[in-house]
């Protein structure tokens, strides 16, 4: 089984700095998908960013980027330029490649962000 | 509409009652989720649905019980809930196979009293 761990329950930023949202994973896989979702006061989630583990360039999404660490099972999400919009939790999640049963995800427990202006 | 619709947004039940929430995908996805979010724990999956077939069953209670009469549409029939049960209920879909993203919908926030 699989298991995601975010250690940072909350965490603040000044707007206009930079943050880093840390994850780290457990698993015996080799081939996998990592992401980080969004989840806004507003309650519906939606993706960031996500990191095919066969891959050794970081994902880069505008302001948004990675730090994969595959030998470390760290998967870090980095935010410039941190805006008011950006207040949500952030969720790290692992999917297993080529699951027969759907592509199930396994969630860390979310760091909760919260941009000051 | 577009994306992931679920209803109602908020529901308050006592343990007697029986009732249905419903999720509707306009994505034209094939696979279909049911989560629980609770107050500090990370999100449970509960049921998967892949064409139709319910294809995960996540240890769920039987007071829970999905239905998915279609590859568009999920409902998640309640009866005899208990009050650890309240929790936000978020519904997914997702193109099976592509290990694609989910689209999730805003979630069903429920009580149980």
């Known amino acids: 089984a699989q298991t995601v761990t975010q250690s940072q329950p909350e965490m603040s930023v000044q707007e206009a700095e930079t943050v880093t949202l840390s994850c780290t994973y457990d698993t015996s896989e080799n081939n996998y998908y990592l992401f980080w979702y969004k989840q806004p006061p507003s309650r519906q989630m939606i993706l960031v960013i996500r990191?095919?583990?066969?891959?050794?360039q970081n994902a880069t999404e505008n302001r948004f980027s990675v730090n994969f660490q595959k030998a470390a099972k760290s998967f870090s999400l980095k935010i410039s330029d941190s805006q008011l919009g950006d207040t949500a939790m952030y969720f790290c999640a692992f999917m297993k490649h080529g699951s027969n049963a759907g592509n199930m995800l396994t969630f860390g427990g979310g760091t909760r962000l919260m941009v000051k202006p | 509409e577009t994306g992931v619709t679920q209803t109602p947004r908020h529901l308050v039940m006592g343990m007697t009652n029986k009732k249905s929430l419903k999720c509707e995908q306009h994505?034209?996805?094939?696979?279909m989720y049911w989560y629980k979010q609770s107050a500090k724990k990370p999100l449970e999956l509960m049921f998967v649905?892949?064409?139709?077939?319910?294809?995960e069953n996540n240890s769920v209670p039987s007071r829970f019980s999905p239905e998915c009469p279609n590859s568009s549409h999920l409902f998640l029939h309640l009866h005899t809930l208990q009050p650890e049960d309240s929790a936000l209920y978020l519904c997914?879909?997702?193109?099976?196979?592509?290990?694609?993203?989910?689209?999730f919908g805003p979630g069903t926030r429920l009580t149980v009293l």
């Open positions: 990191q095919e583990a066969y891959k050794q």
């Open positions: 994505l034209g996805h094939n696979a």
């Open positions: 649905y892949n064409f139709k077939e319910q294809t």
């Open positions: 997914a879909s997702s193109q099976r196979g592509l290990e694609d993203e989910q689209f």
